[in-house]
């Protein structure tokens, strides 16, 4: 998908997260407990300085924009956006307490929340943000 400079940053982030996202489902879906903690292992390491990250630049540059107003398409999906990121947080503690269990859930919900991301906000944004808001979000995702 075409995407406009100031965002493709996170939108390869994204590409990686719907790996992330597959990987999980198939590996939970394998049932193979030693694959899956490996799994769990790898996202808890790596959770806080990729997946927090990448979520505190949207939240900052992008939802924040839009958190005034409650009515707009925009705003109500930034809104659901965020729920999303604070379940995936709920996931990642679970994990990083040794409940693998999630990891299913995780994966679908990582992959759910990219595509709706990248096939619903990314497009709203290119229409409704100022250049100057867009390199805002260019530099906090260089």
């Known amino acids: 998908m ?4 100031q965002l493709q940053n996170l939108s390869r982030e994204h590409h990686q997260s719907l790996s992330l996202a597959q990987k999980a489902i198939k590996t939970h ?3 193979n407990a030693e694959t899956i903690e490996a799994l769990c292992q ?8 990729t997946w927090m990250k990448h979520f505190q630049v949207e939240e900052e ?11 707009s398409e925009v705003s109500q999906l930034c809104q659901l956006l965020e729920q999303e990121h604070r ?3 709920v996931y990642y ?12 859930d995780f994966g679908i919900l990582l992959k759910k929340h990219t595509r709706m991301e990248e096939r619903q ?3 709203l944004l290119e229409d409704v ?8 979000v260019f530099s906090a995702s260089s």
């Open 61 to 71: 540059t992008i939802f924040a924009l839009f958190s005034e107003s409650k009515t």
């Open 29 to 31: 879906e394998a049932q």
């Open 42 to 49: 790898t996202i808890v390491q790596d959770y806080p300085l």
């Open 93 to 104: 503690e679970q994990m990083k307490n040794a409940d693998y269990t999630v990891l299913g």
């Open 129 to 136: 943000m100022t250049e100057e808001q867009l390199q805002s």
């Open 2 to 5: 075409k995407r406009i400079e």
């Open 87 to 89: 379940q995936m947080d």
């Open 121 to 123: 906000l990314f497009p």
